[in-house]
């Protein structure tokens, strides 16, 4: 079974860009999280996606957004980017089931704003 | 209410020996406490979790300790190898049916020296 897919898995842009990034989850899960990781605060949680709905929202500002396809794909968009938004951005996917409770991370997006 | 502090942030010990890494937690509604690893490039990946009502888990040379009174729980290393050496983080977790997320402490660093 292929794992969790994030692409790509570097980018490079500019202050004031906006920036798509990709997640394939492992095949017939239907959740995917995804997380920011930085030095300074560690992982955190941005938003969850099931069945094309969000069903959870970190405290991030409304610059950051999501969704999820038919296909349980998912996408995390970043308007206006800052300096600060430099990250490893992680993807993870479980089967969403009630009681499920293993997530799979993928490699990560890494993102350098210059 | 959602932070979880972990400690310490560095560890460095000779092969063989018996690392702990503590974590502590603050919302008595968390329900799932995974540890993950984490290699450079790499997403972080499941390494052992734990129910709140277990006091102790163990697969292979990975112990979970937890005490819910104390709301603390600790992950052990026996035998430890140059090989375990990477970013271990703990976790908890709301596992309902409205989704999840995980909230993550801020990571140790482990060297395991040969």
């Known amino acids: 079974k292929a794992g969790v897919t994030q692409t790509p898995r570097y980018l490079i842009k500019t202050r004031g860009q906006q920036v798509t990034l990709s997640c394939s989850p492992i095949s017939g899960h239907r959740s995917v999280s995804w997380y920011q990781q930085t030095p300074g605060q560690g992982l955190q949680f941005l938003f969850e996606?099931?069945?094309?709905?969000?069903?959870n929202k970190g405290n991030f500002p409304g610059r950051f957004s999501g969704r999820q396809f038919s296909n349980s794909r998912s996408e995390m968009n970043v308007s206006t980017l800052e300096l600060g938004d430099s990250a490893l951005y992680l993807c993870a996917s479980r089967p969403g089931q009630p009681g499920d409770t293993e997530a799979f991370f993928g490699q990560g997006t890494r993102l350098t704003v210059v | 209410q959602q932070q979880v502090k972990q400690s310490p942030q560095s560890l460095i010990v000779q092969k063989g020996g018996i690392p702990i890494i503590n974590c502590a937690y603050e919302?008595?509604?968390?329900?799932?406490f995974p540890w993950y690893q984490q290699f450079p490039g790499k997403g972080p990946a499941l390494l052992i979790a734990?129910?709140?009502?277990?006091s102790e888990k163990k697969e292979g040379r990975f112990t979970i300790s937890f005490n819910k009174s104390a709301k603390q729980f600790s992950l052990h290393i026996m035998d430890s190898q140059p090989g375990d050496s990477a970013t271990y983080f703990c976790a908890a977790s709301l596992m309902g049916t409205s989704g999840s997320r995980l909230t993550f402490g801020e990571g140790t660093q482990l060297t395991v020296n040969p």
């Open positions: 919302n008595t509604a968390f329900d799932y």
């Open positions: 734990i129910r709140p009502d277990v």
């Open positions: 996606y099931f069945s094309e709905t969000q069903r």
